[in-house]
């Protein structure tokens, strides 16, 4: 069973206004096009996973703030049919959200899993400041960074720490079979 998702489109405008973003601010601030962004506050669009993470840095916010309710709660467990859960059919992408947003933590876990061929296009790191660390449980992916690409096989990790500035970076998987990996994003310093 697959979690049911809030209005993103909703999010994105209470977030935007509340930080007193302009349309304009928002997509100099996220790199995406205003014309997008209005298709997407008015529900017109649906965003990629990619937009999302680009929305998420500009906002400041994680990307689970996108798409699921905030959480008071410090412990909880979380069952499957919970989590939240994008698959961008168009990129091969599905993205599901391990973990709650629980902003004095400052941190995230999500789970990708990815088609042969399948790209998150330029995701982004979620911000300047971050630590991410992306563990392939399950095929290998490329992680394309700063001019450079790294090849991550089931059971490596990869540590990006984005400390001067948010670099954009794009995750690939050349492989023949699915691949499946974890990342955890550390915005503690932020």
Not at 49 to 57: S, T, V
Not at 121 to 133: D, F, L, N, V
Request: aromatic share 4%; charged share 25%.
């Amino acid at each position: 069973m697959e979690a049911t998702i809030p209005p993103i489109h909703q999010r994105i405008k209470e977030l935007r206004s509340a930080r007193g973003f302009a349309l304009d601010e928002l997509a100099t601030r996220s790199g995406v096009s205003r014309a997008m962004l209005s298709k997407i506050e008015r529900g017109v669009a649906s965003p990629t996973i990619g937009l999302l993470c680009k929305i998420a840095a500009a906002l400041g916010v994680p990307l689970t703030r996108l798409v699921a309710e905030p959480e008071g709660v410090q412990r909880r467990l979380i069952r499957h049919e919970e989590m939240a859960t994008l698959a961008d059919t168009l990129s091969g992408v599905t993205r599901t959200s391990l973990s709650t947003e629980l902003p004095e933590w400052g941190l995230e876990l999500l789970q990708y899993e990815m088609v042969p061929g399948g790209s998150t296009g330029e995701a982004g790191s979620c911000g300047a400041g971050t630590r991410e660390i992306f563990y392939v449980t399950g095929g290998a992916v490329e992680v394309h960074c700063q001019g450079r690409h790294d090849t991550v096989r089931a059971g490596e990790a990869l540590l990006l720490d984005s400390s001067g500035a948010a670099c954009g970076y794009v995750i690939r998987n050349p492989g023949a079979a699915s691949a499946k990996f974890l990342l955890v994003v550390d915005r503690r310093r932020q």
